[in-house]
T-cell receptor, first 113, second 113 residues
Framework: GAVVSQHPSRVICKSGTSVKIECRSL??????MFWYRQFPKQSLMLMAT?????????EQGVEKDKFLINHASLTLSTLTVTSAHPEDSSFYIC?????????FGAGTRLSVL | RKEVEQDPGPFNVPEGATVAFNCTYS??????FFWYRQDCRKEPKLLMS???SGNEDGRFTAQLNRASQYISLLIRDSKLSDSATYLC??????????????FGSGTKLNVKP
């Protein structure tokens, strides 16, 4: 089946630093990728939809200047958490759409100290 | 109203039991339906797509009722390894630029020895 690779799997950083997360579709081209955030014992929350070659579409309440998304190729989307703060600590998961099915990356656990 | 609603559970069942989860969706334009499984602190993984005529994969049976706007998942002969959170996912496509996946909050299943 389709595989999505997400890197890094774990990040611990100081408050104020920026963190970049990569999401790659390994055996298919993905014009659309999705970025989610999940807090403990809660559901996945869609943050933004990443479209190759155009601007990302952000969900209501998600700051686009805080969470920078770049989808420069058909196999790579990146999410940069700028000036991270402790409240940004969460599990970030990307997914890529292959026809009508979403395949998820393994997630990135971000801890901001 | 949420796009997708699920009973959060937990459902606590003994090994070998049959258990069923339901999920309702609010948008009649929903076109594709899926069940994902998510283990603790891991990414969601596709369990099965749900087809209009219903479909079965081993011990798992999925049903779709478009008239009543709900989908179901039946697990027979539960195994300890079935313990996880089961996510109901609905895909809505409306034109070229709108393609969204909506997640339920998940139903937690605990299978006990």
């Amino acid at each position: 089946g389709a595989v999505v690779s997400q890197h890094p799997s774990r990040v611990i950083c100081k408050s104020g630093t920026s963190v970049k997360i990569e999401c790659r579709s390994l055996d298919f081209q993905a014009t659309t990728m999705f970025w989610y955030r999940q807090f403990p014992k809660q559901s996945l929350m869609l943050m933004a939809t990443s479209n190759e070659g155009s601007k990302a579409t952000y969900e209501q309440g998600v700051e686009k200047d805080k969470f920078l998304i770049n989808h420069a190729s058909l196999t790579l989307s990146t999410l940069t958490v700028t000036s991270a703060h402790p409240e940004d600590s969460s599990f970030y998961i990307c997914s890529a759409r292959d026809y009508s099915i979403q395949y998820f990356g393994a997630g990135t656990r971000l801890s901001v100290l | 109203r949420k796009e997708v609603e699920q009973d959060p559970g937990p459902f606590n069942v003994p090994e070998g039991a049959t258990v069923a989860f339901n999920c309702t969706y609010s948008n009649s334009a929903s076109q594709s339906f899926f069940w994902y499984r998510q283990d603790c602190r891991k990414e969601p993984k596709l369990l099965m797509s749900v087809y209009s005529s219903g479909n079965e994969d081993g011990r798992f049976t999925a049903q779709l009722n478009r008239a009543s706007q709900y989908i179901s998942l039946l697990i027979r002969d539960s195994k300890l390894s079935d313990s996880a959170t089961y996510l109901c996912v609905v895909n809505i496509r409306a034109g070229y630029n709108f393609n969204k996946f909506y997640f339920g909050s998940g139903t937690k299943l605990n299978v006990k020895p």
